[in-house]
């Protein structure tokens, strides 16, 4: 029986199979950026510009402009009163919830912080102050805190500041003031944008500037994020959220289109099955069609599914994981039935893979330990997922005595002067002369 969605079913019996792959790929990587020299791009530029410029006047035209609050600067920061107001009346069982993810974030980061190496050659430093981006959905996201705020303070970040647009009710959700609250962040600011990274960036009369920039956000906060970055560090040009699920006959065909849906339902996102049997590949087709009307948000999640997802049937396993490690998703599923974890290990590009049959995409966004905050659109080829380990620096130390000294000098000296350098090798020359 022919399903809706059919079309999303790609077969390596077609001809144009690899051509389809790519392009399903282009769509992904596209989704998550402003074309370099495009209209929109140029419009980025524009107002992070501006924000440097004219500071806060411009954050406010922008807030107005886009998100349809009119505020002054004195409006911009949340009062600790109203920080205090909603962590008081946030529901006890939801509290509950929000304190034993904090608790299984800071447990997992602590553990790989690698901080505490205490090698001689090297001194780990915490960046003094970092920025937040949460976005302003429709629904609130208290999870983005938990998962770029906790890896900040294990860290030992001092200061953390938060920006959200003001799309509640002209201010910022309770649930994200009341999460920011439990974390003791008292510095949060009801804007977003791109306006809101260049105010972060640069630094405003009234929000002073950061070292780094972490957190998610649509094509307007990514790529002010990119134009801002070496002004700042940032933790990646991020995109729609994606899972790419790798499954055979073992896998549950329900189960790996309800992980499917669960990305597709971001709007924009992606979600995508490598198989290997045409058999789970239909159900699953099935399964989605079925499914997706059963969701709040099915018009909206059948575009993804037809714009930015696929379910692609292999002639083998191997190929699949090859074809993974190409796209090299935000989130990779594994469920291979006994085969899970042997094909898992074999995944290099990812930024979080998720194996087995109980662990869909939602344990790791809201209570596993690692961050949620990953790396999209192919840049897991080279980006990871958000740690405490990316809010410390790093500087070398090197200490010589003279004995170290002088049983190095000649070879300093001969490398120094084969590029042309001759002060370099005078340096070390002058303390020979004291031997």
């Known amino acids: 029986m022919p399903h809706k969605l059919d079309q999303i079913l790609i077969s390596s019996s077609q001809p144009d199979f690899k051509k389809r792959l790519r392009d399903l790929r282009f769509e992904i990587v596209h989704a998550t950026r402003f074309k370099i020299g495009s209209k929109r791009y140029e419009q980025v530029r524009s107002i992070v510009q501006d924000v440097v410029a004219r500071k806060d006047a411009a954050v406010v035209e922008y807030t107005q402009k886009f998100d349809g609050v009119k505020l002054t600067p004195k409006q911009f920061k949340v009062s600790e009163e109203d920080l205090d107001k ?19 974030v800071r447990k997992y980061q602590t553990e790989i912080f690698i901080g505490s190496n205490t090698h001689p050659g090297i001194k780990y430093t915490p960046i003094k102050r970092i920025g937040i981006c949460v976005p302003g959905a429709s629904a609130p996201l208290p999870s983005t805190v938990i998962m770029t705020a906790v890896p900040a303070q294990v860290a030992g970040v001092k200061e953390i ?14 649930v994200i003031l009341a999460t920011c609250h439990e974390l003791r962040i008292d510095e949060v600011y009801r804007i977003g944008g791109a306006q809101a990274v260049a105010a972060l960036a640069q630094g405003t009369k009234k929000i002073r500037r950061v070292e780094k920039i972490v957190g998610p956000g649509n094509q307007w906060v990514q790529m002010a994020k990119r134009e801002v970055f070496g002004l700042v560090d940032i933790d990646s040009v991020a995109g729609p959220s994606e ?19 669960s990305q597709a339902e971001h709007d924009p996102g992606s979600a995508i099955l490598f198989t290997d049997s045409q058999e789970l590949a239909e159900k699953v087709i099935g399964e989605l069609e079925g499914q997706v009307n059963q969701i709040d948000r099915t ?21 699949a994981i090859k074809w993974a490690n190409d796209f090299a998703s935000e989130h990779v599923e594994v469920q291979c039935g006994d085969k899970s974890k042997e094909i898992a290990e074999k995944i290099e590009n990812a930024g979080a893979i998720f194996i087995g049959d109980y662990s869909p995409v939602a344990v790791g966004d809201y209570w596993a330990g690692p961050s949620h905050t990953l790396p999209t659109g192919t840049s897991a080829r080279f980006f990871s997922a958000l740690s405490a380990n990316d809010f410390i620096k790093s ?20 490398l120094a002067e084969i590029e042309g350098l001759d002060a370099h090798a005078k340096s070390i020359r002058i303390r020979q002369k004291d031997l």
């Not at 896998?251 to 289109?257: H, L, Y």
Request: with cysteine; charged share 25%; aromatic share 6%.
């Open 86 to 104: 909603a962590h008081t009346e946030i529901q006890k069982n939801l509290l509950y919830s929000l304190c034993q993810a904090i608790e299984n």
């Open 161 to 174: 500041v938060v920006v959200s647009p003001p799309r509640y009710n002209g201010s910022i959700h309770p």
């Open 243 to 261: 899972v790419l699920i790798i499954a055979n006959d073992d896998a549950n065909p329900a189960w790996v289109a309800a992980d499917m849906l």
């Open 299 to 319: 018009d909206k999640t059948i575009e993804c599914l037809k714009k930015f997802s696929g379910v692609v049937v292999f002639k083998d396993i191997s190929d």
């Open 395 to 414: 500087t070398s130390i090197i200490e010589y005595d003279q004995k170290k000294l002088a049983e190095s000098a000649e070879d300093i000296i001969r």
